[in-house]
């Protein structure tokens, strides 16, 4: 048994101290997706599956008048990387929630750990993992030559667009999970993701949809989200359609951000 | 920190609703002091600690821990305070190193220092061999001991301890409390929360009893035991000679209620009058078959202080659960105070 040492903490908590706990608590979220292979396998296995479907079911569409270029798969990249991403950052929510629930988050809270910290290194593990899928269906659908004919570029802001829009979803996810601290509450709100996914521009052109359907899908957020990654996917490189893409998953972002701290200090405050 | 004590609260209340969780506690608690805080499920024993860590807010009254108010200066009392909270909370899909490490960032402890401590606290808690393993295949002693020392990573000069032995076996609970006396041996000031009599007797300096949101009696163990008066001896004689066997011991003290065949008293004088009583009954011609004298237990303290005996406390209840795994068993239900 060793004796206890003279105090070694530095209890100063400033910047530097919450961006340490930020990337620690980061660490921990990203471990935890990686150790637990029924977290990673559906946001895989799904996105692929409905990617298939697809192009099997109405991947001819893609000669029709008004298609947004001339193939399936390049077209549908950005909604598949979409999906992916709000499915695997829906998890957001319900780790917290878990956390909530085991006693975890109370742990935490009775230590100096920054609130915000709290906030942004569970954001930050589903960042890293989305960023991860982005990456992973673009080379899943490269060997059928469908490449983002932005060039590299476009894969760096397929990137970016991947980890602001995983924190758009976590950050929303997270905020619910904070607000009812259950993990039943968090997944049954699953379904709405869902509808927003398929109320979009995600796997069919705005354009060539019905009227009432087009009103409905050209006036979800979704649907502005995918179109910027996707005009990067479709055309040529251009500064102007990346500010695009990535100003409008940045801005969804910080409101997401503002929400889950919104509901942190909500949960805090009732205490 | 200030020459204050490290822990006071005065006229502390906490409603949850029309609930009076917590009912005016005044509380102090010296520096270098266990302090065992003994009540049944639902006392206001966790809604206490959970206010003086900064983890609830007091809807009236005050508290200062470590020096610091717990309200207005909760940050400064979470730098200073170590929390193992009720239901060990921790991580199963992460390895003990990998907690201790966490732990270490979330106190500002820098990458070295905290490595080291980690090293320290595992070899300390006995889980050096087990401390790249998932959390998820500890044992439920092993899970409290991590708790344990995950509370003790940044050094704290107060200690909170939420039930910290409930659903261990015996053994772990034994080297669960060596480890508490040794910290306070340090000088770490520790308040522990318990519903097991023999572990307010055993650790605490001090302890107080709530029921009810109240603190009904607070004391020395030894001097709130004495303060309940003399001690029970219970006699079994051979069938037939129990009333002759009433008739001498009502001589040496005032008759308690007993089981069939067994004739209890509060005896006058406690152990130095036995011989006495062993000698009268000899000289009566009544044959012992079996006598024992019970000093007041803290159960008798309570029962005194509440009218009621604390229900899930006994030291032999532990013997009845299970330490094999995670869920290890955490409620029993026995009196130490018997007929």
Redesign the interface.
Known sequence: MTAVTPAVHDARLGLRATAGQAAALARRSIVRIMRQPQVIVPNLFFPTFFLVINNASVGKAAGLPGFPGDRYLPFALAGTVLQAVMLSSTSAGSEVALDIESGFFERMLASPVSRLAILLGQLAGVAVFGALLALFFAAVIAPFDAVMKAGIGGYVVLVISAVFLAVTFGGFALALGIRTGSVEATQGAFPLYFVAIFISSAFFPVALMTPWYRHLAGNNPVTFMIDGIRDLTLEPFSWAAAANAIGVSFGAALVAVLVAFAALNARLAQR | MSNSPPIEAEGLVRTFGEVRAVDGVDLVVNAGEIYGFLGPNGAGKSTTVRML?????PTSGRARVAGHDVVAEA?AV??A?G?A???A???P??TGR?LL???A??????RK?GKA?SE?LL??VGLTAAADR?VGTYSGGMRRRLDLA?SLI??PSVLFLDEPTTGLDPTSRQSLWEEVR??NA?GTTVLLTTQYLEEADQLAHRIGIIDGGKLVQEGVPATLKAAVGDPTLRVDVDAGHAEAARAVLAAHGEERPARAGRVAIGLRGGAESLPAVVRALDEAGIRIQHMELDAPSLDDVFAEATGRRLEGADAAAPDSESDSGPAAATDVDAHRGRP
């Open positions: 860590t900064t983890l609830l807010k940050a979470r730098r305070i929390v909270l009720q239901d909370a921790i991580d899909i992460l990998e490490s966490l732990q960032v979330l106190h500002g402890i820098n220092q401590r320290q070899e300390r998932r995950l940044h050094e040794r910290l340090d």
